[in-house]
C-alpha cells in the first residue's frame, strides 16, 4: 500500500494499494468525527462494491445511507445535485458528517459539489473505481456539474480527506473503460515520465499501483509548481487541443479518452516532422496506445479542426501554446501563431512522411 501525500489547502493522502476499499471505515475514524456518512454511488458501481463500503464503515461504527445515481454523463446535473442535497438535509446529515464518492469521474465530480455545498462544506472522500477517476478526476480538487449550456459550467475547488485508490478494483475494469484512463497516463508518461513508458510496457495491469501513484505524484507536482498559473500546468493539455476538436466533431461518438490518444498522435507526428523532438518518439507513443486499442489519428480535416479548435481556446494577441513532445517523458510548451497550429494538425494528421 502507498501513500502519496497531497499538500493542497487542506492536505491529505491518496492512498493506492489492493483492497483499500475494506479500510474505509477505519481510515475515516482517524480523520472525521462523523456519526453518519452518506455513500453516492451509480448503478454499476454501487450494486459492485457496496456492501463492502458499508460493512467498512459500521464496523468502524459509522450509520450509513446511500444516494444511486443512474450510470453516464447525463447523471452530472443540476437535477440530481439538488436532489442529493435534499436527500442529505432529509436524512439530517450535519456539517460533520461525511459523504462518500464510490464510482468514476461522475460520481465524484457530481458528490464533491454537492459536499462543498451542503452546509458551506462537509468532509468528503473520494474512492475513485474507473483509472481515469483514479489518475485524474480525484486529484486536484475540482468538482462540477454539467449545465444546459455546456460541461463542468458549475463546480468548486473542494479537497477530499482522503482518497483510495483500490487497485484490485481498477485492475478489474473492462478493457473499454481500462484503456479510456489508459489515454490519460500515457499522457503522464510523455510529459514527465520516462518510467511510466517503461511500466506501460511491461504491463500496465500487472504495475497498476506504481502507474496510479506516479501519475498522481506528476498531476501534484504540476498543478503545485504552478499554484499562479503561469503556464506550467498546460502540459496537463498535452494532445487535449485536438482532441477537445474531435470529439466535437463527431458529436461526442468518440470519447474524451480516444480523441486525447489521437490527439496525442498528431501533435507527436508534427513535432516529429518539424524536427522539434527526438527520432522515435511519436512511434512510441503511438505504440503504447495501440496497446490500448486506442486510435492513433482522426478522420476530420486540419481545417475543421483547426476552425472548431480555436472557438474556445483562449488565446493571447493571436498566439496559441502547444504542447508537444521533446523526448522520452519530457514535454514543452511551444508558442505558435494560429496559422502555425493548423499546420501542426495537417503535420499530424498524415500518416506517412
Ligand atoms: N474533476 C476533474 O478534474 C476531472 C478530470 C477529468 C475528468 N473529469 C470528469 O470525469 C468524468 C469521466 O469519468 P469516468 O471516465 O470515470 O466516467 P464515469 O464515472 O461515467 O464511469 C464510466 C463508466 O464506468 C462505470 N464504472 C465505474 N467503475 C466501474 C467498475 N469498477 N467496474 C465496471 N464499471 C465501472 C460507470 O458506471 C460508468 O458507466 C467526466 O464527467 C469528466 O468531466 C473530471
Ligand atoms: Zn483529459
Excluded: W
Excluded at 47 to 75: D, M, N, Q, V, W
Excluded at 191 to 219: H, P, T, W
Amino acid at each position: 500500500m502507498e501513500r502519496v501525500r497531497i499538500n493542497a489547502s487542506r492536505a491529505y493522502d491518496v492512498v493506492i494499494g489492493r483492497g483499500v476499499l475494506d479500510t474505509v471505515g477505519d481510515e475515516l475514524s482517524h480523520l472525521v468525527k462523523s456519526r453518519t456518512v452518506a455513500i453516492v454511488a451509480d448503478d454499476v458501481t454501487y450494486p459492485l462494491f457496496g456492501a463492502r463500503t458499508k460493512a467498512s464503515l459500521e464496523s468502524a461504527g459509522f450509520y450509513t445511507c446511500e444516494y444511486i445515481i443512474p450510470h453516464g454523463e447525463e447523471s452530472k446535473s443540476a437535477e440530481n445535485y439538488i436532489r442529493i442535497l435534499e436527500f442529505l438535509a432529509e436524512r439530517g446529515l450535519s456539517r460533520t458528517d461525511c459523504l462518500v464518492a464510490l464510482g468514476g469521474g461522475v460520481v465524484g465530480d457530481l458528490s464533491g459539489f454537492v459536499a462543498a455545498s451542503f452546509l458551506r462544506g462537509i468532509p468528503f472522500v473520494q474512492i475513485p473505481t474507473t483509472l481515469l477517476a483514479a489518475v485524474d478526476s480525484s486529484v486536484g480538487g475540482k468538482c462540477a456539474i454539467n449545465l444546459q449550456a455546456g460541461k463542468n459550467l458549475a463546480g468548486a475547488f473542494y479537497q477530499p480527506s482522503v482518497v483510495l485508490c483500490d487497485t484490485e478494483i481498477i485492475g478489474s475494469l473492462p478493457d473499454d473503460i481500462f484503456s479510456e484512463g489508459m489515454a490519460e497516463v500515457i499522457k503522464y508518461g510523455a510529459i514527465r515520465s520516462e518510467k511510466v513508458f517503461g511500466l506501460i510496457e511491461d504491463g500496465a495491469r500487472e504495475n497498476l499501483g506504481e502507474l496510479i501513484s506516479e501519475c498522481v505524484r506528476i498531476k501534484r507536482d504540476v498543478v503545485c509548481e504552478d499554484e499562479f498559473d503561469t503556464g506550467l500546468r498546460q502540459l496537463l493539455n498535452f494532445g487535449h487541443t485536438p482532441a477537445h476538436a474531435i470529439e466535437r466533431l463527431s458529436d461526442f461518438k468518440i470519447s474524451h479518452g480516444a480523441a486525447v490518444a489521437a490527439g496525442m498522435c498528431i501533435m507527436s507526428r508534427a513535432a516529429e516532422k518539424l524536427g522539434l523532438c527526438e527520432a522515435g518518439i511519436s512511434d512510441e507513443i503511438e505504440k503504447l496506445c495501440k496497446k490500448f486499442s486506442l486510435p492513433t489519428t482522426a478522420q476530420f480535416s486540419a481545417k475543421d479542426m483547426f476552425a472548431v479548435a480555436m472557438r474556445d481556446k483562449k488565446r493571447a494577441l493571436g498566439k496559441i501554446t502547444l504542447v508537444i513532445p521533446r523526448t522520452r517523458g519530457e514535454s514543452v510548451l511551444y508558442t505558435v501563431s494560429e496559422e502555425e497550429t493548423e499546420k501542426f494538425f495537417a503535420l499530424g494528421l498524415s500518416e506517412g512522411e
